[in-house]
């Protein structure tokens, strides 16, 4: 199996443009993350799926952040419309068992830059 | 009070001493602990687990908890400077029927030769 894969690897955009980041879990794997990582906050949670269906978005900052998974093989996390404050990376991961456990696998990230 | 808390370091150790990462949380209900490294650039990888109070042993790495302490260390014996890296310490507990991992910031470690 390729792993987790995400695209773009890095994405350069100016404030207000719209963002789109894409994902690709594991075959077979069940739940799909998307966290956030910066220097400051660290690796942050922002939403997570079940068999497609959103389990907990409590993460997500704000309306301007959106995320579908339309089948068990692709998701998306938008941004619109992106600031410098989400500059950052995002990585998807996926799992076969839920949050916890010792198989949660994480895609190379998307470096996200809003200038 | 952050729910996970690592030093942020860096932390430098010499080629071949012991590297000693601590981590400590809030919620006492935690139940699973994780080790994660992530060397520069990449994505984070699981290299150590443990769920029960003691020590858990794999290779040169040496994961302890403390649960009364609430406190998780990751002991790197030998350590190499392919050792350097960052390494993100993650707590697992239940909140509200739902699994909830949270990760600390990381501690930069660099090994020095």
């Known amino acids: 199996d390729a792993g987790v894969i995400q695209s773009p690897r890095h994405e350069v955009t100016e404030m207000g443009q719209e963002v789109t980041l894409r994902c690709k879990p594991i075959?077979?794997?069940?739940?799909l993350f998307w966290y956030r990582q910066t220097m400051m906050r660290g690796l942050e949670l922002l939403i997570y799926?079940?068999?497609?269906?959103?389990?907990?978005d409590s993460g997500m900052p704000e309306d301007r952040f959106s995320a579908k998974m339309p089948n068990a093989s692709f998701s998306t996390l938008k941004i619109q419309p992106s600031e410098p404050r989400d500059s950052a990376v995002y990585f998807c991961?996926?799992?076969?068992?839920?949050?916890?456990?010792?198989?949660?696998?994480f895609g190379s990230g998307t470096q996200l830059s809003v200038l | 009070q952050k729910e996970v808390e690592q030093n942020s370091g860096p932390l430098s150790v010499p080629e071949g001493a012991i590297a000693s990462l601590n981590c400590t949380y809030s919620?006492?209900?935690?139940?699973?602990f994780f080790w994660y490294r992530q060397y520069s650039g990449k994505s984070p990888e699981l290299i150590m687990s443990?769920?029960?109070?003691g020590d858990k042993e794999d290779g040169r790495f040496t994961a302890q908890l403390n649960k009364a302490s609430q406190y998780v260390s990751l002991l790197i014996r030998d350590s190499q400077p392919s050792d350097s890296a960052t390494y993100l310490c993650?707590?697992?507990?239940?909140?509200?029927?739902?699994?909830?991992?949270?990760f600390g910031t990381g501690t930069r470690l660099t090994i020095i030769p």
């Open positions: 991961a996926s799992s076969p068992q839920g949050q916890g456990g010792e198989k949660l696998f």
């Open positions: 075959s077979g794997h069940d739940y």
């Open positions: 443990i769920y029960s109070n």
């Open positions: 993650a707590v697992n507990k239940l909140n509200f029927g739902n699994e909830k991992l949270t």
């Open positions: 919620d006492r209900v935690s139940q699973s």
């Open positions: 799926f079940n068999n497609n269906v959103p389990i907990d």
